[in-house]
């Protein structure tokens, strides 16, 4: 079935796509393990890829997963449920790259990444995928924080129809949901040309206050341990990494992305999406063409949507990200700078006081961090091959450039005269703080971006 499938797809969309592939991501992705009588029905074809030989002898690998303990009937919600509807469509799309090209973009909802679902612990979630008639393929949903059974969720919506399920988010932490393809095949190309974005799940008796130690001198001159207590509010952003593989027409490379070839890297769809534009140039240097950064690329006005933008924090405060890594390479989670305070994943404690934390692929984390003196920072995948294609994001904390004094203002963060990115603040949670204010930025279709500018009153 699959290879019947693959073969209209060719023809539908002069895709790469290989069996192999298929075989590779079903047998990798789902981790299955086989026995003599899962062995049967649907192979997944012959191969010449040498490390699938050994599974092809043997007849290939069918997938036989167990009924999911999420899955819910969409008709039989229990009373007393909360329950979150997550409408997507699919929409194929030529989005901005770096150096003012365009790539064949597959997105949700007409923005990379998807729009980002923010629930509690224990709410049911309701999500409808639409593929138009107009789409070239047809598109699936894998949310992971779903831990569905293939047959009830990630089966794909064919062109011109819809499909929802229903689940219980029964574990906190942030998961990434994903097209699953076409019934998987083509699942690579569909996620790494966009198609993935972030589920959060807040703990149901939220998030926990964050205890940083320092030092001080106490009274008799003794160096001694400082505990300083923050509050969980903490003000959010959602931080997701991703690959992009690409030959020269801007289409999907898959033969780059079996020999980790990276394009671009893009932190929620952009490379270098969160650096100074020409605005902070004009604010800081009284130049727009004075450079604070070394690079630039996406600074001037003309970009619309696509006009890079800042991350702004006060000096102090409680800042919570939440991370994805979406795609296929580690990220190396570090802040030039800075050492990570706490990390959680889920409910659960993974670490506090660490230079970086590894993230790998389809792996999320919730990243507590204060900001102790006004500065730029830098995050960034410390793999130099991913800063140098665009894994870099800058975080401005108080007011280091001194505007206050220049403005005659009192500030706490330049948030409150520029805003945060919107696509970089989920929906709020129990224990969000505001951002003063918001600007637009982000991989977005024209329409998508003005659907959020009107969401937000931009
Ligand atoms: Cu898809």
Known sequence: MITEVSQSMNK??????????????????????????????????????????????????????????????CDNIEPGRNVVSFDLYARSVDLPVLGGKT???????????????????????????????????????????????????????????????????????????????????????????????????????????????????NDNGDVVIDKQRYSADALEFQLQYAQLYLNDEGGYDQAKMFRHETTYTVVNGMSFGYVPNAGHNKLIKGDENKNIFVVQPWNSPDLKQYQSQLLFVETGQHVRFFIENQANEPVFWHVVGEIIDRVYQGSVLQSKGTETYLIGGSQGAIVDMVFDDPGAYAAVNHDYAAIFTGAATIIVAGDPFGLNEQLGTDAKSYAELLGNPSDAVPPTGKNSIAHPKLNLHGLYTDERADEIKSELGL
């Open 12 to 73: 539908r969309y002069s895709m790469l796509f290989s069996v192999t592939a298929v075989a590779v991501l079903a047998a990798t992705l789902f981790g299955s393990t086989y026995t003599n009588s899962q062995v049967v029905g649907s192979t997944l074809a012959a191969s010449t890829h040498d490390n699938m030989s050994q599974t092809n002898d043997i007849g290939g690998l069918k997938l036989v997963m167990p009924q999911a303990y999420a899955a819910v009937d």
């Open 103 to 217: 790539y064949k973009a597959q997105t949700f909802s007409g923005q990379v990444p998807g729009p980002t679902l923010r629930v509690t612990q224990g709410d049911v979630v309701k999500m409808t995928l639409t593929v138009p008639a107009d789409e070239m393929t047809p598109h699936g949903n894998d949310m992971h924080a779903a831990q569905m059974h293939p047959g009830s969720g990630m089966d794909a919506a064919q062109i011109g129809t819809s499909k929802t399920y229903c689940y219980v988010a029964q574990v906190p932490g942030t998961f990434k949901y994903h097209c699953s393809g076409v019934n998987i095949a083509a699942m690579d190309q569909h996620v790494l040309s966009g198609m993935y974005g972030m589920t959060i799940v807040d703990p149901i008796k939220g998030y926990k206050p964050l205890i940083v130690e320092k030092t001080k001198l």
